[in-house]
Nanobody, 122 residues
């Protein structure tokens, strides 16, 4: 069974930076593409970033392109989301997830973490 545990969220300042981490267990980490999604109150869960199994071909939502960076460390079974130049509209619960293919479609992801809250103040 694959399990994901996220960390790194909290209260941040606009213009600041934070790095989220997601540790994956279940010995299948290297077989999965990984994605980050976020969900604000009253809104649907939206795509943020994805990366393939080897760490290549990162892809980002337009709203975060140039500010966020996704990366993975297969030796530590961990995926990261580096979030720079934070904006209040980045406030959301952030989720990591696994997929057979790198994709912005949340319906293609099989396993999800519990989410970590990121709040960006003005």
């Amino acid at each position: 069974q694959v399990q994901l545990v996220e960390s790194g969220g909290g209260l941040q300042q606009a213009g600041g930076s934070v790095r989220l981490s997601c540790v994956v267990s279940g010995r299948a980490f290297r077989r999965y593409a990984m994605g980050w999604f976020r969900q604000a109150p009253g809104k649907e869960r939206e795509f943020v970033a994805t990366i393939n199994w080897s760490g290549g071909n990162p892809y980002y939502a337009d709203s975060v392109k140039g500010r966020f960076t996704i990366s993975r460390d297969n030796a530590k079974n961990t995926v990261h989301l580096q979030m720079n130049t934070l904006k209040p509209e980045d406030t959301a619960v952030y989720y990591c997830a696994t997929s057979e293919y790198a994709s912005p479609d949340r319906n293609l992801y099989d396993y999800w973490g519990q989410g970590t809250q990121v709040t960006v103040s003005s």
